[in-house]
């Protein structure tokens, strides 16, 4: 079956760096996803990657690797604003999204 | 950059009408539509896939005549929720892409449309 494991809660301090980990199973594979997610509100885009490797991108930076269905997303100089759920979604051959669940992401002072 | 908005936000409705919920693409035209609903604390659901003028494609488990979706032109989709229950309370989700290639990945997420049903 198609599967997408992260983290359900992480906590971070504000200034600091965080790696939200996410490993994926899917029939084919089409790029993987992360998009941040405020409560109460819509999923808003943040990267997409679909070759190996890091794709930075300000703050944010999203690392892929293909063979071990694995990505992460990479926060630097985290800010309160940051505190929100980051949602990892795998394409598969059907150009379908496979949700995970999300990481809630806590930034203390 | 590209707006998807959503009407209404919130809708409380009573058990057994229904509701429609409106997903607009602003300021490009949108061939495919992706209806999702979220619970609390949980993933993205998706519930169906439309393409401008042709029948809705539904998720295993989706029933089509609860969830009446139409994409009646590139700009609109419509969800209805046909006689609402309770357990139909939820966060309703549209996005709207440009195709349903790689080559035009990124999904425009509206605000999303909070249900409640008593």
């Known amino acids: 079956g198609q599967n997408i494991d992260q983290p359900t809660e992480m906590t971070a301090t504000e200034g600091a760096i965080v790696q939200i980990n996410c490993t994926y199973q899917?029939?084919?594979?089409?790029?993987l996803f992360w998009y941040q997610q405020h409560a109460g509100e819509a999923p808003t885009f943040l990267s997409y990657?679909?070759l190996d490797g890091l794709e930075e991108k300000g703050r944010f930076s999203s690392f892929l690797s293909r063979s071990k269905g694995y990505s992460y997303l990479l926060l630097k100089e985290l800010q309160m604003k940051d505190s929100a759920s980051y949602l990892c979604?795998?394409?598969?051959?059907?150009?379908?999204?496979?949700w995970g669940a999300g990481t809630k992401l806590i930034i203390k002072p | 950059g590209a707006v998807v908005s959503q009407h209404p936000s919130w809708v409380i409705c009573k058990s057994g009408t229904s509701v429609k919920i409106e997903c607009r693409s602003l300021?490009?035209?949108?061939?495919?539509m992706f209806w999702y609903r979220q619970f609390p604390k949980q993933s993205l659901m998706l519930m169906a896939t439309?393409?401008?003028?042709?029948?809705?494609?539904?998720e295993q488990g989706v029933e089509k005549d609860k969830f009446l979706i139409n994409h009646a032109s590139l700009t609109l989709s419509t969800l209805t929720v046909t006689s609402a229950h309770p357990e139909d309370s939820s966060f309703y989700i549209c996005?709207?892409?440009?195709?349903?290639?790689?080559?035009?990945?990124?999904?425009?997420f509206g605000p999303g449309t909070r249900l409640t049903v008593t």
């Open positions: 990657n679909v």
């Open positions: 996005s709207a892409s440009t195709s349903g290639s790689p080559d035009s990945y990124e999904q425009y």
């Open positions: 439309s393409n401008e003028g042709s029948k809705a494609t539904y």
């Open positions: 300021d490009f035209q949108a061939t495919t």
């Open positions: 979604a795998a394409m598969d051959s059907n150009y379908q999204l496979i």
């Open positions: 899917t029939s084919g594979f089409n790029g």
